[in-house]
Structures are given as structure tokens and as C-alpha cells.
């Protein structure tokens, strides 16, 4: 066991460690964790002549608690790094937290009001003590998900932790803020926006989740044309009725023509707009617009120059121009509304079951509401990026490195999800109505012609303030004062809005390596900020970035758009997105719903990381979601506990043997048997397999190739076979190649054994060299003899298992062979004793009397049931056995068959149905080959 004391380097440290009779992760992994930590293990050297390999964890939030899918993705991103590490090349995993500015003013304020009875924090504390309070809230918190991270075993370099909100990070979203608004690619202007009333901001596209909901559509009568809506709340301000120019139902009327109606509070004067954007095929193909709350009207009236009016205040309530239902919320206007209408036969009819998705903020839970609203925007189609020597959008640079590959998204299916967003992609808007964040770097100037109209930005003239600006604006201290008009020496204010939280995550890859202290003087440009900083240089851009598929829009996108044009270089070059963890029943797991969630700390505490770890990476393709429940998690428990206790049966063999293993060395010069040449041919080609599928990213199968071989080959097969005949330096070079290929799996309970067989010059596991494949080693002839041994042992195994004949009866087995009797007479005592054998005959016919047999190729094996059963009798209930699930076969098959049935039956009966006719079909066929085994020769 590995002590506090104990230094891993040291020959002539004693005594030797000995492995528990059982191994206890809760006693292990912890005290494991910190020994890798305080020995340096993690940290990266940016000066060495290494390959480097980089991976950015993505950042969870700061206040945050670790779930499954932050486990997963600890989990396999450790598996990356610890691979890269033992490899040889310079692995950097760059840990760090985000500050998740609407989630965690959010947060706080609910506790404040809570705590303090403050209805409404903001007014009353004022922005910077309300700050203040947050940071204070997230300094605390930052501890918890970072020990929590460590629980995971994850290996990243804790010396260059960073968090989204710290100055340098900071300055680089001003950095970038303002190149992207001298370039023209950031613009403020009146335009739609996704706006959360709960939390009184606005949010992205991609932060918006749709449920499906039913309620009316109604019909209403608008003067001579019919028109749909589901939110008749929004039709004050319509005057505006729009069809396609080539909808022949509505020739008669001209782009322009006007005419008067009457509506909901009195007549109106509507226009008609011909526009080519309306479906003729939607309803009537008449629709009026409301341009200032849905994003199609306010396109259409930006084309045409339409007016454009508010109904719905920023507070969710109906403003003045609904006149009686000024004031009140839309839940509650709506029916009031109808009712007016109908009492003015305007309404036509209503669908009470139509079915539409209600738009609703990730974050507030609240019904989002398209507003119009002066905003900060990223322009994505202005071609003024250069790249590969062109002039090109934001929009077509994130279309060529995933097109020309420079990006490499895996699963590659989701190549065609990418394009299909970003072929969509709008103008981002990036400025929100909170507190908590980067704020916005902008400053007005109320006392000169700056007014309301121009801005004046961190430059120029301001340049010489950008130091302490910056530094202040992150601790959250007043900056109005700091700065002075360019143009009138009068006082400027600080545009009162933060970024998008992604605009500053967006820019991780890169942001994390700027050097710190470089980062704190305000004149190194942006340029020499990027060409001094040695971790920058060594290790941008990133080698894999790995997450879920859920945020390759949110995050992984955003990334590829501000890394190409703030440092002219791809984020990543490979994308591996994993898929979500859920319920044994598929559910997906939600804190609403508790008995779905699955606490990865409460298992790790149970179970421990490395089975965890196991059960959510073995069985998940990339891009693909994954089972998780508690058994599985149990079952890899088991795998870990047949690794520790095969450990410690190789170390008693030492001791009985009087030898250290320690000092064991291994070379060819070492005798070996059929199965140690085997077992060796074996590790060969695992070590093969694993190097390659790590190489392309195939962790699942991976985890499988090696589960398989430590289980089946290494502890049920060689080990029993070694019990006849050890071979020391075997047992242990193949059990310190096995500890180095699961590392990266199992890194706790390899580490823990490695401890005890490790060569006296060797340090700790995680920095031990990867094995390399040897061709020397490879003896396809011996591992093929093995495996005939073990078919030979598992048939007999088979034929007395399903001939129900008992493990105290002794059989006699004859193996009919023309072209192995060599073998199987060298090999007669392992076949004997590992498949309970009491008399073995080797012939080349086939024998006479009762007997079962089993035809192996190049062997045919048959065991004698003389005396031991009945054979007539088990044929018979074999028979009878048939005869019944074929009955049961055929009904389900007729069932299936029936057309009414397929059709009436619900989803999950057929699929019942079809289970039950597959595990009939399987078991009818063993019990063929059970009735095909009995021969009988007179």
C-alpha cells in the first residue's frame, strides 16, 4: 500500500508493501490523489521538446455541484490526457471554472430575498455591493466543485487552474471586444431579441428549450381576409396583412392597398404588404404581423420599412395600446381578448387541441417573449476576417474548418447538425440586462454631441486607463469615475450591460494560456501578449475538446467562431462529443424528477471512481446516450475487485517462492511454457488494440478489449493454468503491462497495486513509459495452441453443464484428433485438472456407448455419460421442452402477424412480443444442438 512516507523511487525502501485482503477505494483514493498531486505529476513544462497534448476541461459553473455528466466528461478526458502523458508527449489539461452569470446572480439574489426579506436586491443594494456579495458567494463555492473534480482521479494541472471572471481572462474579452468592433463586427442596434421576463434579460437562441403544450388556435375575421394566431394578446398593434405576390386567391388586392376594419378596440386602417416570405400553404396564407414580438414579422417589416409597436412591456404586461387590458398579464388578457372579439363576430373559430412548442428560457424556466430591444450584436455574414489569405464572414470561416477538416467532429454525423446550425446562424447577440459577468467595455458621454448616439471605446485616448480599468471592473469596484471624455473632458458612464457568458467562454482555448503577469501590463499589446506567453505557444491549439453533444452549438461553435478571428488559429483540432447519461428506462435524469438521478459522489463513496468511471465509458459510443443504474456500476465494482484479488494471488506466488517481485526482470532469455508464450503473443496484441482504438478514439471498445482480457484471458485462463506451473517473471511483467494499458481507466487501483510488483528504479504508475507493441514477442503458433486447450476445457464444461451431470462424477473424455495429438498429450494434466477430468483418451476414431459430444475444429470432443445419466430420459424432456416453446413460437408469431393486432397494440406490447419470440428462437436452437450432441454407436 502506498504510504504518505513512501518515496517510489527509492530500492531500499522497506518493508515491502503487501495488498489487503480487500481492496477499499474510500481508504485508497484520496490519499493516491494527493501523492500524484504533491509530486508534480499533473504540471506540464512549456519549455520542453515534447509533443504537446492539450486538453481545456470545459469549465463547469463555480457554484456548482458535480453531476453525471461532469463525470463522464472528467472521466474520459482523463483517460485522454493519462494516455498522452504515459506516451511520452507534454500533456496539459487545463482545469478552471466559469462564473455563469445568469445562473449565479440568479442564485444569490434568491438568497438574499430569502435570507434578508429584500424583495428586490437589485434596487436595494445597488450594483456594486450586490456584486460584492456574488463574488464572495463564489469564492466559497469554488472549493467544492474542485475537490469534487479531484474525486474523479482527474489529472489536470491544478498550477494553472483558471476561472472565467479573473482579470487576465478579463482583459482578453476586452481585448477582443473592442478589435471586434473596430473591424465592424460588433454593432449595437434595435433589433428581435429573446427576452426572459422572469430574470429581466435577454438570452441566445441556444439558450432557449421548447415544450410542446396545447392551446387554441384561433380564427378571426380581419375585413375581408380570415387570419391565425395562437396569441391574440399581440394583435393591438396590427395593421399590417401580408400574403405572397403569387398567391392567385389574393391577385386582387395590390402591394399597398389599404382598407378600413374593425377590431379589437375599434376600426383600424390596414395595409397590404406582398411578401415572398408568407406559406401560402399555412392556413388562409393571409396573416397580419406583429413585428415587434416575433422574429419572421419583425424581418418582414424591416424589409418593407414598416412601423413598428410594442404591446407587451418588458415586465410581461400589456402596455397602454391594449387600452381596458392595459396592465394585465397575458395568461390573464387572452381569454378576455377572444371574448371581446367574439361578442364583435370577429371570431370565427377556435382549435382547442391544437399542439405548438412554447418557448421558454433554460435558465428562468419562464415563457420567453421576442422583444425589440437596443442591443449589442456580432455580425456573422460581414466579410472583413481574413483567412487562408481571403476576406471572409465569421459564418463561412465556421464552415470551412469543419468542411476542409481542420476541425475533425466525432462522431462525424454530427458534422451535418453543425452545418445545418450554422447555415442558419443569426446575428449573436451578445449583451445582457444583468450584473453579474464581463461588463460591457463601452462608455457614453452625456455632456457633449457623444449623447445617446456615439460611444467611446477602451482605446485611443483611453488607452492609458485600460490597466486599472480592467482591474477594477473585476473586482467590481465604480469605473465611472476613472475615465474622462476624450472629446469634452466631461464624465462618461459605463454601458450598465455584461456579455453573453459564452462570449468570454468562447475564447477558453486560448484565453487560459495567456501569461498572467504579462497580462497585468497595460502596454504589451494583444499581439505580444500572444507570441510571450510560452504556454500559448506550446500548447494552442487544443488537441481534443471534449463535451456534449448538448452544447456543440452553446460552446463548441462559438469557440471555432471567436479563436479563428481573435488568434487566426482553429480552438481544437478534434471534437469528441459524448451523449447523455440516462435511467435503465432511457428517462433522462432531472433534479425535479429525484428518483431518476444517480449522485456520482454517493457512488464513488460506495462503489469507488474506477468502477464509475468503467460503467460510463464501457457501452457509450461517442455521440451516443448511455444507460446508467446502479447494478452496472456494481458490476464493474466486481471487475475491479477480480484485478486486486489476481494481483494478490501473483504476489503469494512470489512469497511462497521466496522471491521480491520488485527485483523481477524480464527478458528472453526467460523459459517459458505453451502458455506463457501465449499469454505474451496475447498482451502484444492488446497492447495493438488499445494503442489504436485510444488513437481513434474508440474508448468504449477499448474498455471492453480490456475488460475481456483481464477477466477472461489473463485471470480465468492463464492464472488457473499457471497454478501447475508459475512462471514468476511472466506473472509479473504481464500484470505490470496490464496495470499500465488500464491505467488510464482504472488509474486508483492500478496505482495502488503498482506500488507492489513496480520495478525498485520505477516512480509512480502515472508516469511510467506506455507499452510498446514488440513483434518479437508475437507467437501466433503458441497462442492458437492455447486456445484450442481452452475450447477443449470450456466444451467440456458445456456438455456436463446442460447434461445436468454433476461436478462429484467422474468423466472420461475421449478427444479425436488427427492433427494435435502432440499437444493435447503435453497439455493432458492442465485439460484434466481445469476441466475435472478423471481419464482422457486421445484417438483419431470415435468412440462407441453413450456419449455427448462437441466438434471443435481440427477436435472433435466426446464425453462418456455411461453410469452418469439417463440418456433416454434427458432426451425426452429435451423433446417435450421443444414441443412446448415451439407452440408458444408460433402464437406469438401469429400475433405478430395479425394486421389489427400491430396496428391497435401499443409500441411497447410489439416490442414485448417481438422480445419474447427472439429468447424463444435462442432457446429452440440450444436445445437442437443439445438433442444434436447425443450419438450413439452401436
Aim: glycine share 6%; charged share 30%.
Amino acid at each position: 500500500m502506498l504510504r504518505k512516507d513512501h518515496n517510489p523511487a527509492d530500492p531500499d525502501d522497506s518493508p515491502r508493501p503487501q495488498l489487503a485482503k480487500a481492496y477499499i477505494p474510500a481508504d485508497t483514493e484520496d490519499r493516491i490523489y494527493k501523492l500524484w498531486e504533491d509530486s508534480g505529476a499533473f504540471t506540464a513544462d512549456a519549455n520542453s521538446t515534447k509533443e504537446p497534448f492539450t486538453v481545456s476541461m470545459p469549465p463547469p459553473n463555480a457554484t456548482g455541484q458535480l453531476h453525471l455528466g461532469h463525470a463522464v466528461m472528467l472521466a474520459l478526458e482523463d483517460i485522454f490526457i493519462r494516455t498522452a502523458r504515459m506516451q511520452g508527449k507534454e500533456a496539459l489539461w487545463i482545469p478552471g471554472t466559469d462564473h455563469a452569470a445568469i445562473a449565479t446572480e440568479s442564485v444569490v439574489i434568491k438568497q438574499i430575498q430569502k435570507e434578508e426579506r429584500i424583495p428586490d436586491p437589485r434596487a436595494s443594494l445597488g450594483r456594486e455591493e450586490l456584486l460584492k456579495r456574488i463574488a464572495h458567494f463564489v469564492e466559497k463555492s469554488r472549493g467544492t466543485i474542485r475537490s469534487q473534480v479531484r474525486k474523479m482521479g482527474s489529472s489536470c494541472d491544478w498550477s494553472r487552474e483558471r476561472y472565467t471572471l479573473e482579470p487576465t481572462l478579463n482583459r482578453m474579452v476586452n481585448e477582443v471586444f473592442v478589435k471586434m468592433y473596430a473591424d465592424g463586427l460588433i454593432y449595437r442596434g434595435h433589433r428581435i431579441v429573446n427576452w426572459d421576463p422572469k430574470l429581466q434579460t435577454t438570452v441566445s437562441d441556444d439558450e432557449i428549450e421548447y415544450k410542446e403544450e396545447k392551446a387554441p388556435f384561433y380564427m378571426f375575421q380581419y375585413g375581408p381576409f380570415q387570419i391565425g394566431t395562437s396569441r391574440p394578446e399581440t394583435k393591438f398593434g396590427d395593421k399590417y396583412v401580408v400574403m405572397h405576390p403569387d398567391d392567385e386567391r389574393y391577385a386582387g388586392y395590390k402591394h399597398g392597398d389599404t382598407f378600413e376594419t374593425e377590431w379589437i378596440n375599434g376600426p383600424v386602417t390596414a395595409t397590404v404588404i406582398k411578401d415572398k416570405s408568407v406559406d401560402p400553404e399555412f392556413g388562409t396564407g393571409v396573416m397580419t404581423i406583429t413585428p415587434w414580438h416575433d422574429a419572421t414579422d419583425f424581418a418582414i417589416a424591416e424589409h418593407h420599412d414598416l412601423d413598428k409597436e410594442q404591446v407587451i412591456g418588458f415586465d410581461g404586461k400589456l402596455l397602454p395600446i391594449a387600452g381596458e387590458f392595459a396592465g394585465l398579464r397575458i395568461e390573464d388578457a387572452r381569454p378576455k381578448i377572444v371574448e371581446k372579439l367574439k361578442e364583435k363576430g370577429l371570431l370565427v373559430k377556435a382549435d382547442e387541441e391544437y399542439v405548438h412548442n412554447l418557448a421558454l428560457s433554460q435558465r428562468g424556466k419562464g415563457p420567453i417573449e421576442p422583444q425589440i430591444k437596443e442591443q449589442w450584436f456580432i455580425d456573422v455574414n460581414k466579410r472583413v476576417v481574413k483567412w487562408n489569405r481571403k476576406e471572409m464572414s465569421l459564418k463561412e470561416i465556421m464552415q470551412e474548418v469543419v468542411q476542409t477538416k481542420l476541425i475533425k467532429i466525432i462522431p462525424e454525423r454530427f458534422e451535418s447538425t453543425y452545418f445545418h446550425w450554422i447555415d442558419n446562424l443569426r446575428d449573436w447577440c451578445i449583451s445582457r440586462q444583468i450584473w453579474w459577468g464581463h461588463r460591457i467595455p463601452v462608455y457614453y458621454c452625456s455632456a457633449c454631441q457623444f449623447a445617446q448616439t456615439e460611444m467611446s471605446l477602451e482605446s485611443g485616448v483611453l488607452n492609458h486607463e485600460n490597466s486599472k480599468l480592467k482591474t477594477q471592473n473585476s473586482e467590481f469596484t465604480s469605473v465611472q469615475s476613472l475615465i474622462q471624455c476624450p472629446n469634452c473632458g466631461g464624465q462618461v458612464t459605463q454601458d450598465p450591460d455584461t456579455l453573453d457568458t459564452w462570449f468570454s467562454s468562447a475564447l477558453w482555448t486560448w484565453s487560459t494560456l495567456i501569461d498572467q503577469k504579462l497580462a497585468e501590463d497595460p502596454s504589451v499589446t494583444f499581439e505580444d501578449l500572444l507570441r510571450q506567453s510560452p504556454d500559448f505557444q506550446k500548447f494552442h491549439p487544443t488537441t481534443v475538446m471534449e463535451t456534449g453533444y448538448d452544447i456543440l452549438f452553446f460552446w463548441v461553435a462559438r469557440m471555432i467562431l471567436m479563436t479563428t478571428y481573435a488568434v487566426g488559429q482553429i480552438p481544437f483540432e478534434t471534437v469528441y462529443l459524448h451523449g447523455m447519461v440516462r435511467t435503465r428506462e432511457g428517462k433522462k435524469m432531472s433534479k425535479s424528477d429525484p428518483e431518476t438521478m444517480i449522485d456520482p459522489l454517493d457512488i464513488i463513496s460506495r462503489y469507488g471512481a474506477d468502477a464509475l468511471r468503467l460503467s460510463m465509458i464501457v457501452g457509450q459510443s461517442p455521440g451516443a446516450d448511455t444507460k446508467l443504474y446502479e447494478e452496472k456500476i456494481a458490476g464493474y465494482r466486481n471487475f475491479i475487485n477480480k484485478l486486486w484479488n489476481a494481483s494478490r494471488f501473483v504476489l503469494m506466488q512470489c512469497e511462497q517462492a521466496g522471491i521480491d517481485p520488485k527485483t523481477i526482470e524480464f527478458g528472453h532469455h526467460v523459459e517459458l511454457s505453451l502458455a506463457d508464450k501465449a499469454l505474451l503473443s496475447a498482451l502484444q496484441d492488446l497492447i495493438l488494440d488499445v494503442t489504436r482504438g485510444l488513437e481513434g478514439y474508440r474508448l468504449s471498445d477499448v474498455g471492453e478489449r480490456l475488460y475481456s482480457f483481464v477477466w477472461d484471458y489473463f485471470c480465468d485462463w492463464y492464472l488457473e493454468v499457471s497454478k501447475g506451473e508459475v512462471n514468476h517473471a511472466v506473472l509479473i511483467h504481464s500484470l505490470r503491462t496490464i496495470l499500465k494499458v488500464l491505467h488510464p481507466y482504472c488509474p486508483f487501483v492500478t496505482e495502488e497495486i503498482w506500488d507492489s510488483i513496480k520495478p525498485t528504479d520505477a516512480g509512480f504508475l502515472i508516469k511510467e513509459q506506455w507499452p510498446i507493441y514488440d513483434e518479437e514477442i508475437v507467437d501466433r503458433e503458441s497462442y492458437q495452441q492455447l486456445q484450442i486447450i481452452i475450447d477443449i476445457i470450456t466444451a467440456i464444461r458445456k456438455l456436463r453443464q446442460e447434461h445436468n451431470v454433476p461436478l462429484d462424477k467422474d468423466l472420461t473424455v475421449t478427444l479425436v484428433t488427427a492433427e494435435h495429438t502432440e499437444l493435447l498429450q503435453a497439455q493432458m494434466g492442465h485439460i484434466k485438472r481445469m476441466a475435472r477430468v478423471a481419464e482422457i483418451f486421445i484417438q483419431e476414431s470415435r468412440p462407441e456407448g453413450e456419449i455427448v459430444s462437441a466438434f471443435l475444429t481440427g477436435v472433435e470432443v466426446h464425453l462418456s455419460l455411461e453410469g452418469l445419466i439417463d440418456p433416454e430420459k434427458e432426451k425426452a424432456s429435451l423433446l417435450k421442452e421443444k414441443e412446448n416453446l415451439e407452440k408458444f413460437k408460433a402464437g406469438i408469431e401469429a400475433k405478430l402477424g395479425n394486421a389489427q393486432f400491430m396496428e391497435r397494440a401499443p409500441e411497447k406490447l410489439v416490442v414485448e412480443q417481438k422480445q419474447k419470440l427472439a429468447e424463444a428462437v435462442e432457446k429452440l436452437e440450444k436445445i437442437k444442438e443439445r438433442l444434436n450432441g447425443f450419438i450413439t454407436h452401436s
